[in-house]
């Protein structure tokens, strides 16, 4: 396989992405983590940064990053899948503000994180622009900035802005205002996961690529080489989870695709503004996001290709024409600037894990010793970070602020066995687009989709 081609990320490196050696045989481990990702790999740096005398072994089937960590679009954001209100009704105010907080403080976790081992991988906290490109959407921003405040946020968190500031951020068609938060950084995604993977070899960690984990059991990782024996056990897996024995509904992988432009030239840059590379979005149902590259280019993404019958993940559904040309239009409709021919060079995609109630968790079964973190529903940049140190904390038996964050040990419900899975997700994406269209045409905020929001649970 040829890593270089899962995205443009893999594609700039100087690194020639040749895996490291398989594992050879049956192995003794403290802890062996499964998958080298963001969430494996930050896992095994916090851990070896607390015990560096802890023996790590790190299992992957490709290489590091190959999944969504390779491939993202690089929002490193205090975005966490369940909403404030949810999270407060489920564990009190106090509980979904102090999420909040983590995840900001996460995002300069990953900056002071990135600046100490050296990772050159881009990284520039420019917060977010959300632009609101009809009454709808203005709406809900309105909303969003309302319910922010309920719940205790200030302006220093997110602000509403209206058609000037916004345009004066993101100068995209039909601007009507938005809303900025500082909580976010931009980032080279596959530099990240390679440069981490590299500090934690340097501090002990052993990482095996090129080797496939077929079963999970409590003190063990079984691969056809060998299996690796440990007292704890963590599966950082994410949207390939479901090709474990016995998690076949743990949660659903959902597609996220992007395309990237070629470099923009300056007068370009100049018309479309994002001067602080803050990342971008609108407040349309079906998710888009965007970001200005440290070398010049839009790496823009979104939402919206098919999920596959029996939660399967195969290379081929990285690539789906009619999404890339869908994406490739909303550019040109963003940014009329960029031409009739948007100048595409680069289209990939990957899986990414959504939990049945939306919600990402972490955890650790101290009766068997198996760990888990996931479910990010696409926000996984800065929040496997948090897992990472969270599982870092329970692993070492540590009770800590993030220990007791409501996230912690929360088990998802399982999703409906097919064809009911496969219907409801599917179904869920056409009302979002319809929505969407809908919304663009008559201005009004679409009932429809609201109420397919509350039975996807977020
Ligand atoms: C196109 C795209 C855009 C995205 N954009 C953003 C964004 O801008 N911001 C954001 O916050 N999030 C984004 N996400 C989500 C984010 O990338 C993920 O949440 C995050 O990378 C998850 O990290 P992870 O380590 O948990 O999983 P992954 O990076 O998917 O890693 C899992 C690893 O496990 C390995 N593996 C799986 N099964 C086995 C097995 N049986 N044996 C051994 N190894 C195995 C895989 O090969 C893989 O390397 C995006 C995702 C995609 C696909």
Request: hydrophobic letters at 40%; proline letters at 7%.
């Amino acid at each position: 396989m040829r890593y270089q081609e899962l995205s443009y990320w893999l594609s700039t490196m100087d690194d020639p992405l040749t895996p490291r050696p398989p594992l050879g045989g049956d192995a003794d481990a403290d802890v062996v983590i499964v998958g080298a990702g963001y969430t494996g790999l930050w896992t095994a740096y916090y851990l070896a940064v607390a015990d560096p005398a802890l023996r790590i072994t790190v299992l992957e089937r490709e290489i590091a990053g190959f999944g969504a960590s390779g491939r993202n679009g690089g929002w490193c954001s205090a975005l966490f899948p369940t909403s404030l209100p949810a999270l407060a009704r489920r564990h009190g105010r106090d509980a979904a503000l102090r999420m909040q907080r983590a995840m900001q403080e996460t995002v300069r976790e990953v900056g002071r994180a990135v600046a100490a081992e050296g990772i050159d991988c881009d990284w520039q906290l420019g917060g977010t622009v959300v632009l609101a490109r009809s009454e709808a959407q203005l709406g809900r921003a309105r909303a969003e900035v309302a319910e922010a405040r309920a719940h205790g946020l200030d302006p220093a968190d997110l602000v509403l802005l209206d058609a000037a500031e916004a345009a004066a951020r993101c100068t995209a068609e039909g601007v009507r205002g938005g809303t900025y938060t500082p909580h976010c950084a931009v980032l080279h995604p596959a530099r990240l996961v390679r440069g981490l993977a590299r500090a934690v070899e340097r501090r002990g960690v052993r990482i095996h690529e090129r080797t496939p984990v077929t079963a999970i059991r409590a003190g063990a990782a079984v691969t056809p080489a060998g299996t690796v024996r440990a007292p704890v056990v963590v599966r950082a897996t994410e949207g390939y989870t479901p090709g474990l024995p016995g998690q076949r509904r743990a949660v659903a992988p959902v597609y996220s695709l992007m395309v990237a432009t070629e470099p923009l030239p300056e007068e370009i840059w100049a018309r479309i503004g994002l001067a602080q590379r803050e990342t971008f979005s609108d407040h349309r149902h079906v998710i888009i996001y965007g970001q200005r590259t440290a070398d010049g280019r839009l790496a823009f993404g979104g939402r919206g290709a098919p999920y596959h019958f029996g939660s399967r993940v195969e290379p081929g559904y990285d690539r789906e024409p009619r999404v890339f040309a869908a994406l490739r239009r909303t550019l040109g409709e963003l940014f009329p600037v960029l031409g009739p021919e948007v100048p595409v060079s680069h289209t990939w995609g990957g899986p990414l894990g959504v939990a049945r109630d939306w919600s990402a968790s972490v955890g650790l079964d101290t009766s068997t010793g198996l760990a888990w973190a996931g479910g990010y529903v696409g926000d996984g940049v800065g929040t496997a970070n948090l897992a990472g140190r969270t599982l870092a904390d329970l692993i070492r038996g540590a009770e800590s602020d993030l220990t007791s964050l409501p996230w912690v040990g929360h088990r998802s419900p399982r999703w409906e066995p097919e064809p009911v899975r496969w219907l409801a997700v599917n179904a869920g994406l056409k009302v979002m687009f319809s929505a969407d269209r809908a919304e663009l045409r008559t201005g009004r905020p679409s009932r429809r989709a609201a109420l397919c929001n509350r039975f996807l649970g977020h």
